[in-house]
């Protein structure tokens, strides 16, 4: 799985998609509330020289309406080999405040990838667990659960968000076909209880045209001081970008 990841990086990188995420949110007890639909552009970039992964939401319309200056495909942005990275993290930060619930850029679905890549092997405990068959494919699947402090995802408070979870994998390949990334806060020093446990779900399937494994669909469950969230994106119109400039990641 491992040596499937830090190919599969290098494979995933420069590439963009069409994402259609639908939101809803519901005050605590009731099943039906707000609801949001997000139509974005969503890229995908290994930063060269650079030990982060990271994925990038341009929210170009909200329930279908165009949103107001929409700016450039991200496509275009990650291509201008001037400050290229700053500008894909304000477009990324910017359209984060169009999530329901509380702003956040951790919903998209190279999060889970990110969070397992071998380079954080040692954060993690890692424990085979069953065996599975999904889509037609034998996999086994591996929890995990990370115990070094700080974590890799903090709140915005600068609080622990200790990670866990179950990935289903190939068995013959390596190749990841689901991952599922829970996220806790811990207790506070005055004790403040976590009110739920949020998770980012991602399914991976085989491109043809690509000839590798894309998000097919992506599952979030997130909460409120006053409610529960839930969101559904899916992926197509996969391309890639093309460049000779160098993105260089900020110091």
């Keep these: 799985m491992g040596a499937y990841l830090i190919e599969y990086e290098g494979q995933l990188s420069s590439l963009v998609a069409d994402e259609r995420f639908e939101q809803t949110i519901a ?20 930063l060269p020289g650079d030990a982060e992964w990271l994925g990038f939401r341009d ?13 450039p495909p991200i496509s275009e942005l990650l291509v201008s080999p001037a400050d290229a990275f700053a500008k894909a993290v304000r477009v990324a930060r910017a359209s984060a405040r169009h999530n329901l619930g ?3 850029t951790i919903n998209t679905p190279t999060t889970p990838l990110h969070i397992i890549h071998p380079r954080y092997r040692r954060a ?8 599975a068959n999904l889509r037609g494919q034998r996999a086994v699947i591996i929890s995990f659960r990370e115990g070094a402090r700080p974590t890799l995802v903090r709140e915005p408070t600068g ?5 866990s979870g179950r990935i289903w994998v190939d068995v013959q390949t390596g190749t990841v076909l689901r991952v599922q990334w829970n996220y806790q806060a811990e207790r506070s020093s005055v004790g403040a209880q976590p009110i739920g446990r949020p998770f980012v779900r991602v399914e991976f399937g085989r491109h043809e045209g690509l000839q590798m494994m894309v998000p097919l669909e992506m599952r979030e469950v997130f909460f409120t001081r006053t409610g529960h969230g839930d969101g559904r994106a899916t992926y197509r119109n996969f391309r890639r970008f093309g460049t000779s400039a160098r993105i260089v990641p900020q110091n």
């Design 27 to 46: 005050p605590r007890g009731r099943l039906s509330g707000e609801r949001l639909l997000l139509e974005s552009e969503v890229a995908f970039l290994r």
């Design 59 to 71: 929210v170009k319309k909200l329930n279908s309406k165009p949103i107001r200056d929409p700016g």
């Design 102 to 104: 509380l702003p956040r």
């Design 124 to 131: 993690h405990h890692f424990e085979l667990v069953g065996e």
């Design 159 to 163: 609080g622990n968000l200790v990670s």
